[in-house]
């Protein structure tokens, strides 16, 4: 019970990191709203080093953690470049780039089956995790894991 604490621990103390981050840089006129997302990114990413030095504390076995921070990155970098790449090219299309649905729907579409398409190619789901899932048997067989 003492080690769960640890992370509930470290998300109060974020929480309030992050209030004090929106609150400084949203007063600053040059900066103004900008700093929300600024705020919630200091806050996330002192979480997972705060996380990252408890886990290496706690767990007496070395993981693979470069491998287990890849697995979900390379996907999700796949995703981001492909997004993009698919909103310039429609963009480019007459006809096509100016309807924000379209464009929207689209970038959307690209970015799950790229998403999807990595998680398989980079192992992020094991057949372990997936049996987790309700009817985790049936979708580890689709997914041939």
């Given at each position: 019970?003492?080690?769960i604490?640890i ?8 929480s309030?990191?992050?209030?004090a981050?929106i ?19 200091l ?19 070395k993981?693979k953690?470069?491998q ?7 996907p ?6 492909g997004?993009?790449g ?26 799950v089956?790229l998403?999807?398409?990595?998680v ?9 995790d ?5 009817k ?10």
């Open positions: 019970m003492e080690k604490s992370t509930t621990d470290f998300i109060k103390l974020d309030f990191l992050k209030l981050a609150f400084i840089l949203t007063g600053n006129p040059q900066i103004g709203i900008l700093g929300a997302p600024v705020g919630m990114l806050c996330y990413a002192c979480i997972g080093m705060m996380n990252f030095i408890a886990i290496r504390r706690v767990v007496p076995k993981t953690l470069l287990n921070l890849l697995r979900p990155v390379l999700a970098a796949m995703m981001g470049v997004v993009w698919a909103q310039k090219v429609l963009r480019l299309l007459p006809g096509l780039g100016d309807s924000r649905v379209i464009l929207c729907g689209v970038s959307v579409g690209v970015g089956v998403y999807l398409t990595g398989i190619i980079f192992k992020t789901i094991r057949r372990e997936c049996l987790l899932l309700p985790g048997e049936k979708i580890a067989k689709i997914l041939h894991l």
